[in-house]
């Protein structure tokens, strides 16, 4: 090859060398900024996909449709779970209960599950919340079936299982966890929830959920039993009750308890409201502003507590009450309600002692 075309070859193959890495070090540092850009609004909460088309993604369902499918899936979950169960167990828990003789009953016990669903849905409850609510309100009818019918444990768990994942995990394929069980970094007071505090609200609870029950066994529930609960088989546990024998049970509600009410109103932090809920003077308030005050005047923390509590008591209660009269032999309303102001008094005084240790 002639000297001069030798030299103009090597001059071509340099230059496109340096176009070449000239390019891909401007590809890299492309590459690179599109990446900070991207973690940058990540972390403030407001990443949005460049190339969403590129991206495969679930479908998201519409708002109106998500509540109907979640319910639906509970149902079909809890008639699956119970079928397996009856299966699994020979019958034992329908050999202690009764079935529903009509389709009004049925929609009593169907519109009352809704309303629980309902209650944690457009409460903006997660699975977690759902789960530990539901361990409050379904696990007293389930104790007594347990301690006072003959129901063995096994099936009593099993079956508590059983409701207790019918409602949650709708809730964990719909709906992502909060910040208070998802350890997010942004959430406010997070050294509140820490695992030694979080022990000592559950040990708390507990002990409240006990005395309770224990007293309850002692003193109040053997005449309630005797005179309204028919064909009982027996009121040894009533009279043998101890503290070590229900301990596994009040640290069950003593841990869901503390999971439900203690953990969302821990980590509330404070809002603008909270401020002038502060500035409020009676000597200087209108009869108006004095009115709003008594009635709406609870800061942002005191409003989650009273409202995590109000709906423990809530479905404590009426599940309590509709179990007993509408799935168990032989028990009067009188009785019924009698038996679920037990476990709601223990529902309330766990609120309050977890309003102590959680206020400022």
Not at 232 to 256: H, K, M, Q, R
């Amino acid at each position: 090859m002639p000297p001069r075309r030798a030299a103009a070859s090597a001059k071509a193959e340099a230059a496109k060398d340096t176009v070449l890495d000239t390019a891909s070090t401007a590809t890299e540092k492309v590459v690179k900024a599109e990446e900070d850009v991207k973690d940058a609004l990540a972390s403030q909460g407001e990443f949005r996909d460049p190339y969403p088309d590129m991206t495969i993604r679930r479908p998201k369902l519409p708002a109106y449709a998500q509540f109907p499918l979640a319910a639906t899936l509970s149902f079909a979950l809890a008639s699956t779970g119970y079928s397996l169960l009856g299966e699994f167990t020979k019958g034992e828990l329908a050999s202690v209960s009764r079935s529903q003789d009509t389709w009004g009953e049925i929609g009593i016990l169907v519109s009352w599950r809704l309303i629980e669903l309902a209650l944690g849905w457009f409460g903006n409850m997660d699975s977690i919340d759902v789960a530990a609510m539901d361990l409050l309100s379904h696990g007293p009818s389930l104790y007594l079936l347990t301690a006072f019918y003959g129901l063995s444990p096994s099936t009593g768990m099993l079956s508590l299982l059983v409701d207790i994942t019918s409602a949650a995990v709708p809730f964990y394929l719909l709906r992502p966890l909060s910040a208070v069980h998802s350890g997010s970094s942004k959430l406010p007071n997070r050294e509140l929830v820490g695992f030694g505090l979080q022990a000592y609200t559950t040990a708390l609870s507990t002990g409240i959920y006990a005395v309770t029950i224990v007293l309850s066994l002692r003193l109040l529930l053997p005449r309630i039993l005797v005179i309204y609960f028919s064909g009982l088989p027996t009121l040894e546990p009533a009279y043998s009750a101890s503290y070590a024998a229900i301990l596994p049970v009040a640290l069950a509600f003593g841990a869901a308890a503390s999971n439900f009410i203690y953990a969302p109103f821990a980590t509330t932090d404070k809002v603008k409201e909270d401020e002038k809920i502060g500035e409020f003077d009676p000597a200087t308030a209108t009869l108006r502003e004095t009115v709003e005050w008594n009635i709406a005047g609870y800061t942002a923390k005191t409003k989650v507590i009273v409202r995590r509590t109000a709906t423990a008591a809530f479905v404590t209660a009426f599940n309590t009450y509709l179990a007993c009269t509408m799935t168990v032999y032989g028990i009067a309303s009188t009785g019924a309600a009698t038996y679920a102001a037990v476990w709601v008094s223990a529902v309330l005084s766990s609120g309050l002692g977890l309003a102590y240790v959680g206020s400022e």
